[in-house]
């Protein structure tokens, strides 16, 4: 989903000495420790995009009507209503991490940081832009420094977090305070919800959608993007193009352009599941029909094309985040993609809003276009350390975040993702998507309740890696649905076992 | 009498106390470097050691768990994995990198002009970071890049380096080819130093080109030959980052070793499990991998006197 950036360790060559294979075993050790850069970082943005210089708009805890939600005025700074009261707290310096590292997107969020000083006399916040937070958190609470509070995107890792009790649960403080999570989507919630604790306030979700070129599906005589599942194959194979001696030119549809990135979390539309809601049982045996049913339907869409000719064609793709980009080039007219590559044509390509849209992904009982079922593979959300001098504090000055609606609209709207304030994304509509109306599907995904998010458990990055190894080996045909199943089920397994393990069960 | 001994007395004393005297210099003067060993090394390995037979998470106290994590590492399906792949590059790619450098550097040593320059073109690519020199390659091999164009002017169609498993691998070899600098710079150090009288009684018996490289070069490079090869046998099993940089091109963001598992190396696999915050699973990997190395080093030292030339009073 993120396209973040990954360290990587430099091969130590060690002597041969005996102290020096020694050396080398345990810097090999510390190499890839040191490399473990998650992808925390938001998506890169818009290097032209002119940060936002709107005047702070303090806003409250309270959840905003969102039907009918009034544009706030821009020149007020004096709090509203619905502003909680300052704290009284003597003047502090909080240290904040951040997965937002770039300059572009630095210079976004500092009107955030400077309305929450605005409204809270006693703060000041050092902001810290970094890669990899989850591990380097990990790091900094076991040395005892950890910063203040986090802003991050740490999907998947909660399972982690909860172990090794790297954040403080805030599910008491909010209920203390009376903190109304209804102001935010319920994806924003699920995102930081695990085994019944909340770690933190939500700020921006992921959602993701069918972008389609409206040139080539015209070429075609479509009138518009697919609605169903059985559309989506035709389409796919109307809009293929071999030439003569074989080379695929065109592709009408794939799942995430062969590289597996989305193999596990498409099977969630089939009601696949990896583990149980607390994290504690593997549920592949659970569900496995459905996984096949998931692994079958994206094969169904590399089997319209030789695996040869469809490596090469995929390999001769323009860099993603370019001019070259396939689906800005017409390569790749139906595109499954996270919302903030809605600003990619805008950027790289000329003219192309009139041309392309944005729709929900057709799922196997049709689009429910009241409540879309919504995939959400990643969000970002603020945190407090465990370990913080002052959780008061954090706490205070998280809450101020997150609901420093105009800022968080006005951040997202360089940066591409979709606020979780139901306020702020109620202006990211009113302005955003005036400008950019591929946003809309976005937004409405955003809102909706039959939002599903990435559950958690001790196991999952080894086992999604190793899911998708194998649903890559199914796609290919090396793996038949009777290998597949046998090999899900063995997966199972030793999983289980692994995770019992860590569990200590 | 008594005076003698109370004389040698003291002067044993005193001789005693400057032998501590200059012990406790030495080991002042050794200080930095035996606590930085003690801190950063001794301690990591040990706590790792221990770390490997519990289920250890950040922050957390470790919670013993005997062999266990050592078990589930040889039931997992990509350990065998990544050290099939490790030893292809080690049986297939290292002797070929090798073999390259030696010729390279038999090549350089013949004094000829613009030998220094020749000498300074084959270093430079061993400077470029192995990530970069890895990004460079996937540049460079890609459909539509500059080899595939090349290629496509003779009527070749080229190979899918990233997303073809019989070819990924070759791709990984060329790049540690490229790069040989460092060991051709050992070689030909090696191959200097050779006395030339070796050569002259051998050319005297009536020896060719390759005569003179077999029955001279080889034997007197022998020793270099086993420290490159160990050196690099130690390299190749800890492989990552252009392995990491390739599968990366292929597929975004996770630890596959695609195309098919072809690029799996054993730390892609272990980096897995830290960020998993795994870390008891994770260091019974790095023990793992320790062992191996022990095992391979202690094979390649057995078999030192089979084949590498020593001096006569050398052992």
């Known amino acids: ?505 | 009498m008594a005076t003698d001994a109370l004389v040698l007395q003291r002067r044993h004393s005193a001789r005693s106390r400057a032998a501590w005297r200059r012990r406790g210099i030495v080991l002042a003067f050794l200080s930095p470097w035996l606590i930085g060993f003690a801190v950063f090394i001794a301690y990591p390995v040990v706590n790792s050691l221990y770390w490997s037979f519990t289920i250890k998470h950040y922050g957390q106290p470790a919670r013993w768990v005997g062999l266990s994590n050592y078990g589930l590492l040889l039931d997992n399906p990509g350990l065998m994995l990544a050290l099939r792949n490790t030893a292809y590059l080690a049986i297939v790619g290292l002797p070929i990198r090798l073999f390259i450098a030696v010729l390279c550097a038999s090549l350089l040593a013949r004094p000829r002009r613009g030998n220094g320059s020749y000498r300074l073109l084959f270093y430079v690519p061993s400077v470029v970071p192995a990530v970069a020199s890895g990004a460079l390659f996937f540049f460079l091999l890609q459909q539509g890049g500059p080899i595939a164009s090349l290629l496509e002017v003779f009527g070749i169609e080229a190979p899918l380096w990233f997303r073809d498993p019989a070819w990924a691998k070759p791709a990984l070899i060329m790049v540690g080819t490229w790069a040989l600098g460092d060991v051709m710079l050992i070689f030909l150090a090696g191959i200097v130093d050779i006395p030339r009288s070796l050569y002259e009684a051998i050319e005297l018996d009536g020896a060719g080109r390759w005569a003179r490289f077999r029955h001279v070069t080889l034997p007197m490079v022998s020793p270099v030959i086993f420290f490159t090869l160990l050196t690099g046998m130690i390299g190749v099993l800890q492989a990552f980052d252009q392995a990491y940089v390739f599968s990366q091109g292929a597929r975004a963001g996770r630890l596959t070793g695609e195309p098919d598992g072809a690029l799996l190396t054993y730390a892609m696999l272990q980096l897995r499990y830290f960020q998993d915050g795994r870390i008891g699973f994770a260091a019974a990997m790095a023990w793992v991998m320790f062992l191996l190395t022990l095992v391979i080093t202690g094979l390649m030292l057995a078999s030192r006197r089979r084949w590498v030339h020593t001096a006569v009073g050398e052992k």
């Open chain 1, 1 to 505: 989903m993120k396209r973040g950036k990954m360290m990587t360790p430099k091969t130590s060559r060690a002597g041969g000495a005996r102290s020096g294979r020694w050396l080398a075993t345990a810097l090999a050790a510390g190499l890839v420790l040191a490399a473990c850069a998650n992808d925390d970082g938001a998506e890169p943005t818009d290097d032209t995009a002119p940060p936002t210089t709107a005047a702070p708009e303090p806003t409250g805890t309270e959840a905003p009507d969102t039907t009918d939600a009034e544009p706030t005025d821009t020149t007020e700074t004096e709090p509203t209503e619905t502003t909680p009261p300052a704290p009284d707290f003597e003047p502090t310096t909080l240290t904040m991490w951040a997965g937002v590292t770039d300059q572009v997107g630095i210079d976004a969020f500092e009107p955030l940081l400077r309305r929450c000083e605005a409204d809270n006399p006693w703060l000041t916040i050092d902001y810290v832009g970094k890669d990899g937070i989850g591990l380097a958190l990990s790091a900094a609470i076991e040395a005892g420094e950890p910063p203040d509070l986090v802003q991050a995107d740490l999907t998947g890792q909660l399972a982690a977090i909860q172990a090794a009790e790297l954040a403080v649960s805030v599910s008491d403080l909010a209920e203390r305070d009376g903190l109304d999570w209804d102001a935010f989507v319920p994806a924003g919630v699920k995102l930081l919800e695990f085994n019944g604790e909340r770690y933190g306030l939500p700020f921006s979700v992921d959602t993701v959608g069918l972008f389609y070129n409206r040139d080539v599906l015209d070429e075609i005589g479509v009138d518009g993007p697919p609605d169903t599942f059985d559309e989506l194959l035709t389409d796919a194979q109307k809009l293929l193009i071999v030439s003569d001696d074989g080379a695929v030119e065109r592709v009408g549809f794939v799942p995430d352009v062969g590289d597996g990135s989305y193999a596990v979390y498409f099977a969630d539309m089939f009601g696949a599941t990896l583990y149980s809601d607390d994290g504690a049982t593997i549920t592949i045996v659970d569900t496995v029909d459905q996984w096949i049913e998931a692994a079958q339907w994206q094969k169904q869409f590399y089997d319209l094309m030789d695996p040869q000719e469809f490596a090469r064609w995929a390999d001769g793709l323009g860099s993603y985040d370019s001019a070259d980009n396939y689906f800005i080039k017409g390569q790749l007219p139906l595109y499954f993609e996270g919302s903030y590559f809605v600003t990619w044509p805008d950027r790289f390509g000329e003219g192309r809003p009139e041309e392309w849209g944005v729709v929900s992904m057709p799922v196997p009982g049709g689009v429910d276009e009241e409540n879309p079922a919504s995939l959400v593979p990643s969000g970002n959300w603020f945190m407090i350390p465990n370990g913080v001098d002052d959780v008061e504090k954090s706490w205070a000055a998280i809450k101020c975040l997150a609901f420093a609606s105009e800022e968080i609209a006005s951040f997202q709207e360089v940066y591409g993702n979709i606020p979780s304030n139901i306020e702020a994304l109620d202006l990211f509509e009113e302005v955003t998507v005036a400008k950019l109306p591929q946003f809309e599907t976005f937004v409405d995904l955003a809102r909706s309740s039959n939002a599903s998010v990435p559950g958690s458990s001790l196991v999952s990055g080894a086992l999604i890696d190793e899911m998708t190894a194998l649903l890559l080996d199914h796609r290919r045909g090396d793996v038949s649905d009777d290998q597949l199943r046998d090999e899900l089920l063995a997966l199972n397994d030793r999983y289980q076992d692994e995770l019992d393990l860590e569990l200590g069960n």
